[in-house]
């Protein structure tokens, strides 16, 4: 009960406090702002756009031919599991989608796709 959890984004252990306060739970963790459940929401850095439907058909489409490149169905692939959900965008797949859209050889529908993915991709803040 009285065991310190190591932050992972902090060198120093998180202390709990077991200050009872009016309308907070009695026992948080106590840290550095970007650390603890409390500050979850602050932290969140989920987008709100999703893949519209005109693109989402589009990825299908990149999916289904037989001529398309691996790195087109892989960012396809990630734009049509955005569609519907808040999920992001990774480096790795942001990487190839970059690489789709320099490509000249690059069908329309695989570029679209691209674009879509790229739009998800959350920034690094500074």
Same mark, same amino acid.
């Given at each position: ?58 990825? @299908? ?45 690059? @069908?329309?529908?695989?570029? @679209? ?14």
């Amino acid at each position: 009960m009285g065991r310190n959890r190591q932050c992972k984004n902090y060198a120093e252990p998180l202390e709990r406090d077991f200050a009872a306060k009016p309308n907070q739970p009695s026992c948080r963790f106590v840290g550095p702002p970007f650390c603890g459940p409390r500050n979850k929401k602050a932290t969140s850095m989920a987008k709100s756009e999703s893949t519209s439907k005109k693109v989402a058909s589009a990825a @299908s489409k990149v999916l289904r031919s037989k001529t398309a490149s691996k790195a087109e169905k892989a960012v396809a692939a990630s734009a049509l599991t955005q569609k519907g959900s808040t999920e992001t965008t990774s480096a790795k797949v942001a990487a190839t989608a970059s690489k789709v859209l320099r490509d000249p050889k690059a @069908s329309k529908a695989a570029k @679209s796709a691209a674009a879509s993915a790229l739009t998800q991709k959350v920034k690094k803040k500074k």
